[in-house]
């Protein structure tokens, strides 16, 4: 279809259309992305088809946009297209309602495809079967256009009456990260971009030109493809678009950064943790709980004048993944307890580093949600006689997250705590952390392993004595080595040897079968192992936990990339939980890495990054290593300069997405997971340990440091003896 060739891309507009802006005539708003990205304000433009065609140059070309996407297609007469003929025009006509000779069908939504370039016309840029993201695609069914390969791979047009022209691109369910890795199925596969009338219109069934406000990507590919199309319409004026993403990294990747930008960097989190529009209003409340009572997920996204809360009633989980048409993401509804606590901790430390007190406000009103007016301590989990007791649930109202309890999520929720108390100077959900402490500890079987979940109905069936005196082995790092820490750092307080030795025994087993035996050999599970391994090392300093340290540590920081990125990596990548797609049909089913294979270019904020940068800046403090301090800088400074900016969307910028490619520079990945994809915000997790460690190293301290004096240890003589754990040994 295009000349295929070099295309110079620049996004600094530079004689967009020539001098006088000839070639090209529009029908769309003054605010549509296109015209806006060609950077020149005199090329004409007019409200109506009818206008627009009438008004052009012979020979010359007419684009009608689709302006009133996605509610209402692009409607034309059949006299539009009969007078663009009689003046030689070349037609761009995208959401069209009509388009003479071709039978168009209703608007279609799309909900996991993703747009698959299927042709060579954007060569040598984009190859065929490269994947694109035109978020919350709709689209028009035509019929005659046939999407099936041709014996040469390619993918044909067949309407007549001047053969068959390629069909650019088409939306399907694909697996892939940059490619569409199993080809195009077998149905289900749609035009999106070709060519009729003998190459004279250019049909698009979707919107393309709204690449910048639904935020398409990767973003530099989508000025590609609109370069190629204005270079077919418009041969003789070469055109170079400028379009800034409306959410995009803080800070470039070559970019010299300010003197106190990791101090930026903090407030900007601490800032969005406050205004993200997730901090539950009393106007919303109402409203928010029924829908989590009915186990829902997501909820609308919010109004940008709408109030924030105060912490009193939780903060919801974050924004999902998936991009809307007009570039909003919806909320997240679930009340995670792990995400509060989280949150909490930014904030406090914001209160403490900056002096910001409606911050610690909101900290100390999150606990307390948590730990006294929520359901996730509450029921049996409140009563000494179950074997729930001290346990935090994983999430509030919603029956399917309020039944559980996550050993991984309860440690972070502890760890949390701790931080919270220190930054506020208080001791008032001491009491509530120890009581986890020997919940979950009671919890965990005599080689120190918990396994993944614990469910109300069965600690009731079993009681707790069924875990404390099992076998269970679960080399699962990403589960249970934030407990283990914690147990590392509850002997440090108590000294109860229960604590040490069931931690102990555990980090043994695992560092013993490492990696070859570890759930999914990567650098996910590497990352979160580091924080009990440097604490491992603070409380009993042998060779040997410094070399297991150094060996995980080393394995990870030597996988560092230039950029600091550290890229996700899996021997395990094809198998068991938390695969890459099988098979086409598997995108978009289930809980998945970013990659759909080992050396795709991405780091994961949620699951990864965060947890490195913690475990490193652990490590450094219990050990002093001047290679690892190097790593951890490293990393620390490309978080920093990925961090989320929006202008036009404030409750996005400030935080992490999921997902970020190094070698674009923006997110994107294979955002196949059904819950967390590429663009996913959490207000927890990884994105609020990257800003923790950013405000502890702005302290030169860290977590352990932070912690060490807490009362928690007040309270264990009488909770040890409630528990039923007195004279109890491995």
């Known amino acids: ?332 509804l679930p009340l995670r307890s792990d995400c509060n606590a989280e949150t909490a901790m930014v904030l406090a430390l914001d209160g403490r580093l900056n002096r910001h007190r409606p911050n610690s406000l909101i900290a100390s009103n999150l606990l307390d949600f948590i730990y006294f007016t929520s359901g996730t301590c509450a029921g049996p989990r409140a009563d000494p006689q179950h074997g729930a007791f001290g346990l935090i649930g994983w999430g509030d109202i919603s029956p399917a997250w309020l039944v559980a309890s996550y050993g991984d999520d309860d440690a972070r929720v502890m760890l949390s705590t701790a931080v919270v108390a220190a930054s506020l100077g208080t001791d008032r959900w001491d009491q509530r952390l120890m009581r986890a402490l020997l919940a979950n500890l009671r919890t965990t079987g005599k080689l120190g392993f918990r396994g993944d979940r614990l469910d109300l109905p069965d600690l009731e069936k079993n009681g707790w004595k069924h875990y404390y005196e099992g076998e269970l082995v679960d080399y699962s790092p990403h589960f249970e080595s934030y407990l283990w820490a914690c147990y590392l750092w509850a002997y440090h307080q108590t000294g109860y040897a229960p604590f040490l030795e069931r931690a102990l025994t555990a980090i043994g087993m695992t560092m013993k079968v490492y990696p070859d035996q570890w759930r999914w050999r990567s650098n996910l599970e590497r990352a979160r192992m580091l924080l009990c391994l440097a604490w491992m090392v603070r409380v009993e300093d042998t060779p040997e936990h410094r070399e297991w340290l150094r060996k995980v540590a080393g394995d990870l920081a030597a996988q560092q990339r230039p950029s600091g990125s550290i890229y996700e990596r899996s021997d395990r990548v094809q198998s068991g939980f938390f695969q890459a797609p ?94 967390w994809g590429a663009w996913s915000l959490e207000s927890g997790w990884g994105q609020a340990w990257t800003a923790a460690v950013l405000a502890l190293r702005e302290q030169r301290t860290t977590v352990w440091e932070y912690t060490a004096h807490s009362h928690a240890k007040n309270y264990f003589a009488a909770l040890v003896a409630q528990t039923g754990l007195v004279g109890s040994g491995p």
């Open 582 to 675: 099988q098979r086409n049909e598997d995108y978009g089913t289930g809980e998945t890495p970013l990659i759909q294979e080992n050396g795709d270019p991405v780091s994961d904020q949620l699951y990864t990054t965060g947890f490195a940068l913690l475990g490193l800046h652990e490590a450094v403090g219990a050990t002093g290593d001047r290679q690892l301090k190097a790593a951890e800088d490293k990393l620390a400074e490309y978080l920093c300069r990925i961090q989320t900016r929006s202008e036009r969307l404030p409750y996005l910028s400030g935080t992490w997405f999921r997902a970020f490619d190094d070698r674009r520079w923006e997110a994107w990945a294979s955002s196949a997971d059904i819950g």
């Open 1 to 332: 279809m295009f000349a295929a060739g070099p295309l110079a891309l620049g996004l600094a507009a530079a004689g967009a259309l020539g001098n006088d802006g000839s070639g090209l005539t529009f029908c769309c708003s003054p605010s549509n992305d296109l015209y806006l990205a060609l950077g020149k304000p005199s090329v004409p433009r007019y409200e109506s088809p009818a206008a627009a065609i009438q008004h052009a140059a012979p020979d010359s070309a007419v684009l009608l946009l689709a302006d009133g996407y996605p509610a209402q297609t692009t409607a034309t007469q059949p006299s539009d297209f009969a007078s663009a003929e009689a003046k030689g025009l070349r037609l761009f006509i995208e959401y069209p309602a009509s388009v003479p000779g071709l039978e168009v069908g209703a608007p279609r939504p799309t909900v996991w495809e993703r747009l698959v370039v299927s042709s060579d016309q954007f060569q040598p840029g984009l190859p065929r079967m490269r994947l694109l993201a035109a978020h919350d695609c709709r689209f028009v069914p035509v019929s005659g256009i046939c999407t099936t390969p041709s014996a040469k791979g390619e993918t044909r047009a067949t309407y007549p009456p001047a053969g068959p022209p390629s069909v650019d691109l088409v939306v399907a369910r694909v697996a892939g990260y940059d490619t569409a890795i199993y080809g195009l199925p077998d149905k289900d596969v749609f035009p999106v971009l070709f060519e009729v009338h003998g190459r004279k219109w250019i049909v698009a069934t979707t919107k393309l030109s709204g690449f910048v406000t639904g935020r398409y990507a990767p973003a530099r590919d989508w000025l590609l493809i609109w370069e190629r199309i204005l270079a077919e319409l418009c041969p003789d004026h070469p055109v170079h678009l400028q379009a800034r993403p409306l959410v995009h990294a803080a800070w470039a990747a070559d970019e010299r950064l300010p003197r106190r930008f990791q101090r930026q960097a903090f407030a900007a989190a601490a800032n969005w943790f406050a205004h993200s529009h997730l901090l539950v209003h009393p106007s919303e409340k109402d409203q928010l709980y029924q829908a989590l009572a009915r186990n829902e997920e997501t909820t609308a996204a919010p109004r940008l004048d709408a109030p924030e809360g105060d912490g009193s009633l939780g903060i919801l989980e974050g924004y999902a993944s998936g991009i809307r048409w007009d570039g909003t993401q919806v909320r997240r």
